[in-house]
């Protein structure tokens, strides 16, 4: 994997948690204003019932912020919709929150009294869901997740070594945009399903990439295997960390340019000490064997033996120059 890094022209990072801090927060409500949810702390509480028995990291945010209004009522028949969102019954409703995902698939538009707000939300970077009640829009939640201040350096970095990046994110597109045209990257795959993340990876590869994908989730694994170097950090999963080709001991997105270059670096050194130890036993070898011993050329076999080991120690100490390359993020 090491070796392979020095060819890669294509990062793909995981946005949540590899470019972004991954703590994602409840930064505003809105609500159409039903007599069923009339304010921000019932569709707090109706949210925080559905998304009580998610894992997810939004659901986790959504879930203390609830906690933090009031009490959140019990929720039944919870049903994950892989990629659209969450659905259970709560005091005899179903409720749905999701992303435009899952409105698309239940046909819904977004309410004009929200769509204003939902749309300052998506262009400042923020996540949107709906939360649906009975088959209607009852309001949506901002959610963000801070960019890494380290993120936007790294992709300058990468750019500076001729390599492009890409995100990849299950966020709705304008979210995804909005953050990266605020690092710089080069290209998004949106509203990717954790499924499908490893297709973004073979149409990288089909386009004449050599990628590396660089994330830290269980949906990361299938990509991390299949990128020409998977590329874990060192707060991922271990199913992430068992894909991986290469494991990053921090989180820094920084780090992986650090890799790069040390991969870069020991090509160039195997390459020199290849030609070094090559031109010697092409030149040497031939002389001690007296091969020029017409023309009065005649290398004595003690002073081969000799050269030999200097050839030996020349090779090694060429290759712990190795050590004066930084690594670290800068």
């Known amino acids: 994997a090491l070796e392979r890094m020095r060819t890669v022209d294509t990062v793909l990072f995981d946005k949540t948690g590899t470019?972004?801090?991954?703590?994602?927060?409840v930064s505003?409500?809105?609500?159409?204003?039903e007599e069923s949810v009339p304010d921000a702390a019932a569709l707090l509480a109706l949210a925080g019932a559905v998304e009580s028995d998610s894992e997810h990291p939004l659901a986790r945010a959504i879930v203390s912020a609830a906690q933090e209004r009031g009490p959140v009522p019990p929720a039944s028949g919870f049903r994950a919709l892989t990629g659209r969102?969450?659905?259970?019954?709560?005091?005899?409703a179903r409720v749905a929150?999701?992303?435009?995902?899952?409105?698309?698939?239940?046909?819904?538009?977004?309410p004009a009294e929200l769509a204003g707000r939902t749309g300052e939300w998506s262009a400042r970077g923020a996540s949107v869901l709906h939360v649906i009640r009975d088959g209607r829009v009852v309001g949506a939640l901002a959610l963000e997740d801070d960019i890494r201040p380290e993120s936007a350096r790294a992709v300058d970095q990468l750019h500076r070594l001729g390599v492009r990046v890409v995100m990849i994110t299950g966020d709705a597109r304008p979210v995804a945009e909005a953050v990266a045209a605020r690092l710089g990257v080069d290209e998004v795959f949106a509203e990717v399903l954790p499924?499908?993340?490893?297709?973004?990876?073979t149409q990288l590869q089909q386009r004449g990439h050599r990628v590396a994908m660089v994330g830290d989730g269980v949906n990361d694994a299938p990509a991390l295997a299949r990128a020409d170097v998977g590329v874990a950090i060192g707060a991922g999963t271990d199913v992430a960390i068992e894909s991986a080709?290469?494991?990053?001991?921090?989180?820094?997105?920084?780090?992986?340019?650090g890799v790069i270059r040390l991969s870069r670096a020991s090509y160039r050194k195997m390459v020199q000490n290849l030609a070094w130890g090559a031109g010697y036993n092409v030149v040497a070898i031939p002389l001690?064997?007296?091969?020029?011993?017409?023309?009065?050329?005649?290398?004595?076999?003690?002073?081969?033996?000799?050269?030999?080991?200097?050839?030996?120690?020349?090779?090694?100490?060429?290759?712990?120059?190795?050590?004066?390359?930084?690594?670290?993020?800068?």
């Open 19 to 25: 470019l972004t801090k991954g703590e994602h927060v």
């Open 28 to 33: 505003d409500v809105a609500v159409t204003g």
């Open 85 to 92: 969102g969450v659905q259970a019954d709560v005091d005899g």
């Open 245 to 257: 080709g290469v494991v990053l001991a921090s989180s820094d997105p920084r780090a992986v340019i």
């Open 195 to 201: 499924e499908d993340k490893d297709r973004a990876v």
């Open 288 to 330: 001690a064997a007296g091969v020029l011993a017409w023309a009065g050329v005649v290398l004595a076999p003690w002073a081969a033996a000799v050269l030999m080991s200097v050839s030996t120690i020349i090779v090694a100490a060429n290759a712990q120059l190795l050590r004066r390359v930084d690594v670290r993020p800068t």
């Open 97 to 110: 929150v999701g992303g435009p995902a899952l409105l698309r698939e239940l046909d819904l538009d977004v």
